[in-house]
């Protein structure tokens, strides 16, 4: 009976989200205040009855209901609560069931917090998000239903994917559905924008939260994601380049230029017209990764069970919001005035240098993505671009945008000093290469251009330390004055300077791994003893065991440096036996930010097994700096300027408002 | 600088940094990608050795032979041609004779053996890679119900 009260509240859901889409748009055009209105309580109603829909599904997994296909398929008596709690969005429907449940979690905050929006750009917002709701609302019910019967009911579930059972699926998919749907809500500004055919800076101040929040969510959600992919699938690896995670990676390269570029608009009214077609594009590559992952077009190790009518229905809602979209903004963005100028060298001109290089990052990365497809489907040559390819492309891009990201908040918005920022930066610079020679000199040497790579990432952290240094004026004052004057930089100061050095530590730990890292493939026989990263490891021999669904070989190895024990672990190999489906469980082993991780391979005839060792200096590096990145855009966001919501100081003149607007306000 | 000037400045800049980048991938594609063949493909036209391809088939019955240390051979067949492979390193869990496979890696000068430096892994055991399952199902060799089901 619950069930049916879950399939309903998804069916009243659609009544509802279709009433959102197209009544307070017609208020909009004729100053209805009252069927604007609708947008807010309809957008609140329709995140209720999504909530209960959510809730019924993950109730029947809970309470293991096989009469459900979708929790038959997907699920197991025996599984621990949590994996049975986050087995909900371990499959196609229930996760389609989550990103519409965020869709709509958005569009409620919009509703709520956007008291201070002008009546009909809000009610055109959440008009748009009804659009986006209706259509996954129709593609959920039509072809991926998760309330679907199963009748007589099965007694036992197939069980979960087991590589799926684990900590991470309850992290990942959340914090990246959260970042990649929340750009739809950037997206439903730009077309608001555009239907009204006027923006302005305080449109940019309204969207620039809502990005920011989104961007932090998605850096957590891809680095929680990779750092789930390496320890898990032990093959030690943290980036495959594989066509999902440059799925989700192509969305998060064209946020962080919106993000900036939101930046110029808000601050200098520049650059409209591009922001506007970078939030469309941020989402457009959302719904273009949706489809990679959901479609089967691509060969990918994230593959979901796929039939070709999904792929079909996501690819029309794709065109039609994508071309739809594009074609709005050829039509209006003509009407959208130009804003101010600015020299060539100036902080709007570095942040353009920001967003051409970003941009172009993404489109590389796409062309790689795309090229199997378009080449099979013009000459059915079937190819794969690895990652040498984007290795080449995206690494050489990076240079440029690693060596000029601490100029730009160096110099001045409208007209620069680049001499002025280079003699800010020197010392910055001496200090990235000093600090690179020494972790250089520490690792026993390796190719010289890892010195510069190092340098790069450290010049990047000191810069924004330099930032914040001059900011302060700790050069012209007294430490006292300087120290008062530090704690009154607005938030964003702090935020900016975090999200720069945390992106400093991630370069850092990329090219420390790519340089440092030793891998070796040995056969271990109980007792031997073989030397990883410094430190020795001894395999004591294999041990039987079992947990609540799966049974287990695990291999205990000793873990000494110079003679004395200093760490132990455990690597195994399972076998879930609901699916008889055989995982890896690396034994991973943390000293400070590095790593030792021991997968094992194959018990050999004599005895032996083997065992692949990696040692990954530094490698935790990698998704700290995202973290901090994070972090960055947490502070950043508490920034009250920005805050969601709250009450917009007088101070500022609002652009020109429309005529006839105010009487409604 | 006047206006006219500014910009273009600022739009030959971008044009130039994105042909430079459009030259790049160029290169990197001629570089970076892997033609994808079945044994029956290599029967017809060999490769040059050297050159990096993707091998796909399905693995051969009771074609799996581990040598010394890590290094594995096996066979990869598309029900009429098989391909022998050697590979050093660990397979991935799913990997069984009789389950689809992808391959990575080169022939050398005058050896007939791949050998691969990459075995593809995959998530699910239900999954078939698609190059394999469209070019077996094209032979008949193997009939899934869908396409990667």
Same mark, same amino acid.
């Given at each position: 009976m619950i069930i049916e009260l879950g399939h309903y509240a998804l069916v009243l859901a659609l009544a509802v989200s279709l009433v959102v889409a197209i009544l307070p748009l017609i208020g909009a055009r004729r100053g209805d205040l009252a069927l604007m209105e609708l947008a807010t309580r309809g957008s609140v109603a329709l995140f209720g009855l999504v909530t209960f829909s959510f809730g019924v599904l993950t109730w029947a997994y809970v309470v293991s209901d096989f009469s459900l296909k979708n929790v038959w398929e997907n699920s197991h008596s025996a599984m621990p609560l949590i994996y049975r709690w986050t087995g909900v969005w371990g499959n196609h429907e229930g996760s389609m069931l989550l990103w519409l449940l965020i869709l709509v979690f958005f569009s409620a905050m919009v509703a709520l917090f956007g008291r201070n929006l002008p009546p009909t750009l809000k009610a055109n917002v959440l008009g748009v998000q009804a659009w986006i709701s209706s259509a996954f609302l129709l593609f959920i019910l039509l072809t991926s239903n998760p309330f679907t019967r199963l009748n007589p009911a099965p007694a036992e579930g197939q069980d979960l994917n087991p590589v799926l059972q684990d900590m991470g699926l309850a992290i990942h998919p959340p914090l990246l559905y959260l970042g990649y749907v929340g750009f739809s809500v950037c997206f439903s500004f730009a077309i608001a924008a555009l239907m009204e055919g006027r923006i302005d800076a305080a449109w940019a101040r309204w969207v620039r939260p809502w990005t920011l929040a989104a961007w932090m969510f998605l850096t957590a959600g891809i680095a929680m994601g990779s750092y789930w992919a390496y320890y898990e699938l032990g093959w030690g690896g943290w980036w495959f380049w594989d066509p999902v995670e440059n799925a989700s990676f192509m969305p998060w390269l064209a946020g962080t230029a919106l993000l900036h570029s939101a930046l110029v608009m808000e601050k200098r009214e520049a650059l409209k017209i591009w922001t506007v077609l970078l939030a469309i594009m941020t989402f457009s590559l959302s719904l273009l990764g949706t489809f990679l992952v959901r479609s089967g077009v691509l060969t990918s190790v994230h593959a979901f069970a796929t039939d070709p009518t999904r792929g079909i229905f996501i690819l029309a809602i794709l065109s039609v919001f994508i071309g739809g979209a594009f074609a709005l903004f050829a039509w209006r963005a003509p009407l959208l005035t130009a804003g101010g100028l600015f020299a060539p060298i100036s902080r709007e001109g570095a942040l353009v240098l920001n967003n051409l290089i970003l941009t172009v990052a993404t489109a590389t990365v796409l062309t790689g993505t795309l090229y199997p497809l378009v080449l099979e489907t013009l000459t059915g040559d079937k190819i794969s671009v690895g990652a040498p390819f984007f290795n080449l492309t995206f690494g050489l891009l990076m240079i440029p945008l690693i060596a000029a990201v601490p100029f730009g908040p160096m110099l001045a918005w409208k007209r620069g000093d680049l001499l002025g920022a280079f003699q800010r930066l020197y010392v910055a610079a001496g200090l990235a290469l000093?600090?690179?020679?020494?972790?250089?000199? &520490?690792?026993?040497? =390796?190719?010289?251009?890892?010195?510069?790579?190092?340098?790069? =990432?450290? %010049? +990047?952290?000191?810069?924004? +330390?330099?930032?914040?240094?001059?900011?302060?004026? %700790?050069?012209? +004052?007294? +430490?006292?004055?300087?120290?008062?004057?530090?704690?009154?930089?607005?938030?964003?100061? %702090?935020?900016?300077?975090? &999200?720069?050095? =945390?992106?400093g530590v991630t370069v850092l730990g990329v090219v420390a791994v790519t340089t440092f890292a030793t891998e070796k493939v040995v056969e271990m026989k109980q007792g031997m003893t073989t030397e990883a990263g410094g430190y020795s490891l001894t395999f004591d021999g294999m041990q039987a065991g079992a947990g609540p669904n799966y049974t287990e070989d695990r291999g205990h190895f000793s873990i000494s440096r110079g003679g004395v024990r200093v760490a132990d672990t455990w690597s195994s190999k399972r076998l879930y036996t609901a699916r008889r489906q055989p995982t890896t469980e690396a034994g991973i082993v943390t000293f400070g930010l590095s790593q030792l991780y021991v997968s094992l391979g194959d018990a050999m005839d004599s005895g032996g097994i083997v065992v692949r060792i990696w040692w990954k200096p530094t490698i935790l590096c990698i998704w700290f700096g995202a973290v901090i990145m994070a972090i960055g855009g947490l502070v950043s966001l508490s920034d009250r300027r920005l805050r969601v919501g709250a009450p917009k100081r007088k101070a500022r003149p609002v652009a020109a408002p429309v005529p006839g607007l105010e009487a409604a306000e | 600088m006047t206006r006219k000037q500014k910009r273009l400045t600022i739009i030959a800049g971008g044009m130039s940094f994105i042909m430079a980048a459009v030259l790049l991938v160029m290169f990197a594609l001629g570089q970076g990608i892997a033609y994808f063949y079945m044994p029956g493909d290599l029967a017809k036209t060999p490769v040059p050795p050297g050159t990096r391809i993707r091998l796909g088939g399905l693995v051969a019955e009771g074609s799996i032979q581990r040598g010394n240390g890590s290094t594995v051979t096996f066979a990869v067949t598309d029900g009429t041609d098989t391909v022998p492979v050697s590979y050093t390193g660990l397979l991935p869990d799913l990997f069984r004779e009789g389950q689809g496979v992808v391959t990575e890696g080169k022939f050398e000068a005058g050896i007939s053996t791949f050998e691969a430096d990459t075995v593809l892994a995959k998530h699910d055991e239900t999954y078939m890679p698609k190059e394999v399952a469209d070019r077996l199902k094209d032979k008949g060799v193997w009939k899934g119900g869908e396409a990667t089901q």
């Open positions: 000093l600090a690179a020679l020494t972790l250089y000199y &520490a690792e026993h040497g =390796g190719p010289v251009l890892a010195v510069l790579g190092m340098a790069a =990432g450290f %010049f +990047v952290i000191f810069g924004a +330390v330099a930032d914040l240094f001059y900011r302060a004026a %700790f050069n012209k +004052v007294s +430490v006292g004055t300087g120290w008062r004057r530090l704690k009154g930089l607005p938030r964003s100061a %702090f935020g900016g300077a975090l &999200a720069h050095a =945390g992106f | -």
